[in-house]
C-alpha cells in the first residue's frame, strides 16, 4: 500500500533549499520537536534551530537540514518551512562549524564587558546545530524517530 504524501517546501531568504515529497516532516518548534504527516490540522508555528528530518518516499534514509529558527505553515497543500537559515546536512563544512564553535567558546569564557554575551550564546548554539546535524546524517538514519 503506498505511503500517503505532502509537499514540502524549505526556503530561505536566498532561495529555495529543498522541495519535494515526503511521507513525513519533524519540525523543531519553539516548544519541542513536531511531527507532520499527510493529513495534519492547519498551524502557523514559530521554529526554533535545530534539524529538520525529511522522511522521503522514494528513499530509505531521512535526510537532514539544519534550521536556525523561523516559521513553519502547515495547511492541506503541504508543509512550508520559513527558515532564517537552512542548511542541508551534505553541505554543512564541519571544520568551518568546528572553527564557530570554538570561537563561540573563547568568546563566553572572556569576561569582558564588550562581550555580547547573548549573541556568542546564540552563535555557540548555531554551531553546535550545524555539527550535530551533520554528524547525524552519517549515521543513514531509515526512520525519524
Known amino acids: 500500500m503506498p505511503t500517503a504524501e505532502l509537499e514540502l ?43 529538520v528530518l525529511i522522511k522521503t518516499p522514494e528513499e530509505h534514509v531521512v535526510k537532514f537540514i539544519a534550521v536556525t529558527g523561523g516559521f513553519v505553515e502547515v495547511n492541506q497543500r503541504g508543509v512550508t518551512v520559513l527558515a532564517e537559515n537552512a542548511e542541508m546536512a551534505e553541505d554543512i563544512d564541519v571544520i568551518r562549524a568546528d572553527k564557530a564553535l570554538e570561537r563561540a567558546r573563547e568568546r563566553l569564557s572572556k569576561h569582558f564587558s564588550d562581550i555580547d554575551v547573548e549573541r556568542a550564546q546564540v552563535a555557540l548554539t548555531k554551531a553546535l546545530n550545524r555539527k550535530r546535524v551533520a554528524e547525524r546524517a552519517k549515521e543513514k538514519r531509515t526512520s525519524i524517530v
Request: charged share 15%.
Open 9 to 51: 517546501k524549505v526556503v530561505t531568504p536566498d532561495g529555495e533549499v529543498w522541495a519535494g515529497q515526503a511521507t513525513s516532516v519533524v519540525i523543531p518548534g519553539l516548544d519541542g520537536y513536531f511531527g507532520v504527516w499527510r493529513g495534519h490540522a492547519p498551524l502557523v508555528a514559530g521554529m526554533d534551530i535545530g534539524a
